[in-house]
């Protein structure tokens, strides 16, 4: 019998209630921030977990393209899990070229204080919106088409795909994909932009990391979308035996949370790729002195290790928002450089939908981009980082099969 999960596919309505729905999200503390969300295992708290602001330092090779910004939130039931302003304050980042790859603070002497708000959420305070380059809203981005792209399918146990018209599977089958996690419509948009013949499939649970984490929590949730997803892919291409040849997780705001349970269970050991996009939070042992709860971060720092040794890659970004009550996405993100002992270097770049990139990181395969920016703007522009991480990073990674119209 399917699980209740499995049959759950959000539909256009959902999508969009549940992005207006996330500027609530900051009303209450992620799951990370909470005693219940902490794996199974203790793990050693952090000692000197890192100051909430600008601390991980992101490095930049090649300009991105600055995408046009929106007017409106993420389409994709993606909305920043804040109050009013997604991404209110935690410091985007963008990968070697993708987000930042390109994007450096190109005003670093402005680095605007953080507001104590919840991570991905704008302070509860009225503040009027700041003006951006390029007179865009990064949360409601153009939409550039479909590419080499079919519309979205309901075919995944859970969440919705998409696949390159003809193309994007070897002769014997072989296909990749990308799950992405919260704001599926507004990742899309970037996607597409860049992408050779990948397939993403989308998959948004409403507001919170603690519904992507519940949601994910049972090992054959996940082990179940990887066949549903190969499943789809035989039937559209005709190719039986069909397989998933490179996996890749992103997760954008809260979608964080389902990434943490897929990387504690067996088929976790599949991912070769993981983009964190202004998204990752964890709860404090101790608040005062701002100690991790280690634990719950711990799949981030194994993975971010084999990153950095060359045998997977990850890319993270962060912005400058500090949430109150638990670490913001620029403090896990300092914690897992400082688990490789390594050091942020300061960096002042323009980066994609007026972020200004402050801080990089790179060692191996592993890439960190730290940008300005406290509020829902900054918050949703770090979607725009994916484009880039696509083209400089994973096409040239993966090589999928080409797709065509």
Not at 9 to 23: D, N
Not at 78 to 105: L, N, Q, V, Y
Not at 188 to 200: C, N, P, Q
Not at 380 to 390: E, N, R, S, T
Request: aromatic share 6%; proline share 8%; with cysteine.
């Amino acid at each position: 019998m399917r699980h209740p999960l499995q049959a759950r596919r959000p539909s256009g309505r959902w999508a969009l209630l549940s992005l207006l729905a996330a500027t609530w999200w900051l009303a209450a503390p992620p799951a990370a921030a909470q005693d219940t969300a902490a794996p199974k295992a203790a793990a050693p708290q952090a000692d000197d977990a890192p100051p909430a602001t600008h601390t991980a330092a992101l490095q930049a090779d090649a300009p991105l393209a600055v995408a046009p910004l929106a007017d409106s939130p993420p389409a994709a039931g993606g909305a920043p899990p804040t109050d009013g302003a997604a991404g209110a304050g935690a410091p985007a980042g963008g990968a070697d070229g993708a987000g930042g790859a390109g994007g450096a603070a190109s005003d670093a002497g402005q680095r605007s204080a953080a507001r104590r708000d919840r991570p991905g959420a704008t302070s509860s305070r009225a503040a009027p919106s700041k003006k951006r380059r390029g007179d865009i809203n990064p949360c409601m981005t153009p939409d550039p088409g479909w590419g080499v792209y079919d519309p979205w399918s309901r075919a995944p146990s859970i969440g919705q795909m998409i696949m390159p018209h003809r193309g994007g599977v070897t002769k014997r089958g072989g296909f990749d994909v990308i799950i992405h996690f919260h704001g599926h419509e507004a990742l899309r948009k970037e996607f597409v932009k860049t992408a050779e013949g990948a397939v993403l499939v989308g998959i948004d649970l409403g507001i919170g990391s603690g519904a992507y984490s519940s949601a994910f929590s049972a090992p054959y949730v996940f082990e179940n979308l990887l066949d549903s997803i190969e499943r789809a892919v035989a039937k559209k291409t005709g190719k039986k035996k069909a397989y998933i040849r490179k996996l890749g997780l992103s997760s954008w705001s809260a979608g964080y949370g389902a990434i943490e349970q897929i990387l504690r269970q067996p088929a976790g050991k599949r991912v070769d790729a993981l983009v964190l996009l202004d998204s990752l939070h964890a709860g404090y042992a101790d608040e005062q002195q701002h100690k991790l709860k280690v634990a719950q971060i711990e799949p981030f720092i194994a993975f971010a290790r084999r990153a950095a040794a060359g045998e997977a890659f990850m890319f993270m970004s962060h912005s400058s928002i500090l949430p109150p009550g638990y670490a913001s996405t620029a403090e896990t993100a300092n914690f897992i450089v400082q688990q490789l002992r390594g050091k942020p270097r300061g960096s002042s770049r323009a980066d994609v939908l007026g972020l200004d990139m402050i801080l990089r990181f790179d060692r191996g395969d592993f890439h960190v981009r730290g940008y300005t920016g406290d509020d829902k703007p900054d918050h949703c522009a770090h979607i725009g980082l994916m484009a880039d991480v696509v083209r400089i990073h994973l096409n040239p990674r993966w090589k999928s099969p080409r797709g065509r119209r």
